[in-house]
T-cell receptor, first 113, second 110 residues
Framework: DTAVSQTPKYLVTQMGNDKSIKCEQN?????MYWYKQDSKKFLKIMFS???????INETVPNRFSPKSPDKAHLNLHINSLELGDSAVYFC????????????FGPGTRLTVL | GQSLEQPSEVTAVEGAIVQINCTYQ??????LSWYQQHDGGAPTFLSY????GLEETGRFSSFLSRSDSYGYLLLQELQMKDSASYFC???????????FGTGTRLKVLA
């Protein structure tokens, strides 16, 4: 029944490691997003894909690489993790780009030590 | 940086009415959404306004004034479970961008 799911829910890792977060939606939406929420709770968009095509790529270090194998999945790979990458990462989806109603996954809390 | 401004914190008592304001930039503005986020949880959609006026959904209502570049979320008959952070979010035409406000932490006191 889960609409937007993410794995893992928690991720604790050392600086310099590479890690991936996976996201899947079963809502049949065309558009998916990655957001970063920092300790001050600012929600900032990182990437957006529409039907597997990248449509938003905000100023994000190129250590972050999204990948959408199909429109129901959007994964995020992070290379050479840094302390400042510690945050909660949310995946979301909407029926169409720039969707006014977005459905969020439960979030992945990433802690870099 | 953020282009949607909200008060950082609002406190009210159970049963009261509270209004959370949001001001936004007009360039490319398409519509204003509201989300609720409990501590440790994910943002969940509450309402959306594309046109001026009030949209009512149960105890929650959202208002938009395009001429004033301003909107608000109105929460009535406050309950303890309404304690959460509330975010406005702006949809912008032509860019697919979706910008979240700075967020307002609502504390409901018994």
């Amino acid at each position: 029944d889960t609409a937007v799911s993410q794995t893992p829910k928690y991720l604790v890792t050392q600086m310099g490691n590479d890690k991936s977060i996976k996201c899947e939606q079963n809502l049949g939406h065309d558009t998916m997003y990655w957001y970063k929420q920092d300790s001050k709770k600012f929600l900032k968009i990182m990437f957006s894909y529409n039907n597997k095509e990248l449509i938003i790529n905000e100023t994000v270090p190129n250590r972050f690489s999204p990948k959408s194998p199909d429109k129901a999945h959007l994964n995020l790979h992070i290379n050479s993790l840094e302390l400042g990458d510690s945050a909660v990462y949310f995946c979301a989806s909407s029926p169409s780009p720039g969707g006014n109603t977005q459905y969020f996954g439960p979030g992945t809390r990433l802690t870099v030590l | 940086g953020q282009s949607l401004e909200q008060p950082s914190e609002v406190t009210a008592v159970e049963g009261a009415i509270v209004q959370i304001n949001c001001t936004y930039q007009t360039s490319g503005f398409y519509g204003l959404s509201w989300y609720q986020q409990h501590d440790g949880g994910a943002p969940t959609f509450l309402s959306y306004n594309a046109l001026d006026g009030l949209e009512e959904t149960g105890r929650f209502s959202s208002f938009l004034s395009r001429s004033d570049s301003y909107g608000y979320l109105l929460l009535q008959e406050l309950q303890m479970k309404d304690s959460a952070s509330y975010f406005c979010a702006e949809a912008r035409s032509g860019t697919y961008k979706y910008i979240f406000g700075t967020g307002t932490r609502l504390k409901v006191l018994a």
